[in-house]
């Protein structure tokens, strides 16, 4: 897998320093062997790049996206075929490694096997770290079932997000230790629960809670024993203290929260994984649910604002939905993530920032063995060769097609518009 690959005189952004350097970096296999300097010997069986002054920067990486739900509309969900609804997620996986995105963690969606896929042909998409089904109590969040069909813990026959093991509804400690369980057996690196109301949600309000005490706790330790953590959905300020309390590790959203409840999660070392939410980012069907999405996007300056104050770990991500001709949202709203905080700091965001929430997976991190997000000796070899400078212009990124020269992932070339050398014993005594 993978080659040996020379990337020369590029401006290289790390991943993790405050600014630009000039040098060469040298791939081989599927990590990162040399950042340096001083030019690197170009010996037989290596392909060279000439870089010409381009910003190499690390892959991208977004912590919120649901691969299935952007891959197809509800009608989709719906109507289609497992093999449909997965081929046509593997298929919009190449687009998300396109705009350069090399690593995802799917916060709902059943990717364990296209995950699978991917890791042995890494041009086919980004890398995974799967939740599989987002877990939620009935008439929550992720209870897809309709209002005259009984509930599953009634007695009820499963949703069709249950089926498509996009969602999964459990009530009662018994029921989410087993929710919990059969995620990870499927395959999950971490475990994405439900805790409050949302937009795209027909029964709850934004202000209800859910999910007990007692049953947060049992999915925290299901998650725990398995060398990992839990995720949560959630906006209010009551529910965001509950699975504070509870040992959940990243409040996912927040948009509603108040400046105390930010403060805690900085003082619990909790991580705020949040989007720069727009009002026009998402279509909604029924005038309820566009109500919601408005107080919730209200929510997002004061959001970063307070974060940013109070020193809290930040994570980025998009949480599209349902609309895949929509999708390249994704480098957009990447774009737009300057607006809350400096170029530089966004890039951190998105590279070797993101990549820390990552790696509290744990002992299910199937990404451990090398370090994501950065440009240095030992990293996975992710890289992307921007026509510019993404420091000063991060709007760069929000064309990937015109401006994203070249992307590696996993040491395989992906994307190349700039011209490459081979290097043979041949060529090099001629």
Not at 217 to 241: C, L, P
Not at 359 to 384: F, H, K, N, Q, S
Request: hydrophobic share 40%; proline share 4%; charged share 20%.
């Amino acid at each position: 897998m993978g080659q040996r690959l020379l990337i020369k005189n590029v401006r290289i952004f790390d991943g993790l320093s405050d600014g630009l350097t000039d040098g060469h970096v040298l791939i081989d296999g599927r990590r990162i062997t040399a950042v340096e300097s001083s030019p690197v010997a170009e010996t037989d069986g290596t392909t060279v790049i000439d870089g010409a002054g381009h910003t190499l920067i690390p892959g991208l990486t977004d912590a919120h996206v649901h691969l299935v739900g952007m891959a197809n509309t509800l009608i989709d969900l719906v109507m289609g075929s497992q093999t449909q609804l997965a081929a046509a997620t593997l298929a919009r996986a190449k687009d998300t490694l396109l705009r350069g995105f090399t690593t995802v963690r799917d916060m709902a969606g059943d990717t364990a096997g296209i995950k699978t896929v991917i890791d042995k042909e890494p041009e086919l998409g980004p890398r995974i770290y799967p939740s599989q089904a987002a877990v939620s109590q009935t008439g929550g969040h992720g209870d897809f079932g309709f209002v005259y069909e009984r509930p599953t813990a009634l007695g009820g026959s499963e949703s069709r997000a249950e089926q498509i093991g996009f969602m999964r509804v459990a009530d009662g400690t018994e029921r989410v230790l087993a929710a919990v369980r059969e995620q990870l057996k499927l395959g999950a690196s971490q475990i994405k629960l439900m805790v409050g109301g949302g937009a795209a949600s027909l029964y709850d309000p934004l202000y209800t809670v859910q999910f007990t005490a007692p049953e947060l706790r049992a999915a925290v330790q299901a998650a725990e024993d398995y060398g990992t953590y839990v995720a949560t959905h959630v906006y209010n300020v009551t529910g965001i203290r509950r699975a504070v309390e509870a040992g959940v590790k990243s409040i996912e959203h927040g948009h509603l929260a108040d400046e105390p409840t930010i403060a805690l999660l900085a003082e619990r070392g909790v991580w705020l994984s949040t989007q720069p939410f727009a009002e026009h980012d998402h279509s909604f069907m029924n005038p309820d649910s566009a109500a919601k999405n408005r107080e919730i996007c209200a929510g997002t300056d004061q959001l970063y604002q307070w974060a940013t104050k109070h020193g809290v770990n930040v994570a980025w991500g998009t949480d599209l939905l349902f609309e895949p001709d929509r999708d390249d949202l994704q480098s957009t709203m990447l774009a737009r993530l300057g607006n809350y905080m400096g170029n530089l700091a966004a890039l951190k965001m998105v590279t070797s920032g993101n990549a820390a929430l990552f790696r509290l997976a744990g002992d299910r991190d199937p990404y451990r063995d090398a370090r994501l997000g950065e440009i240095t000796p030992g990293a996975w070899a992710d890289v992307l060769l921007v026509a510019g400078d993404p420091t000063a212009d991060l709007g760069l990124l929000a064309d990937p097609a015109k401006n994203l020269a070249v992307i590696v992932k996993d040491g395989v070339v992906v994307k190349n518009q700039l011209p490459a050398v081979q290097h043979t014993a041949d060529r090099d005594t001629q």
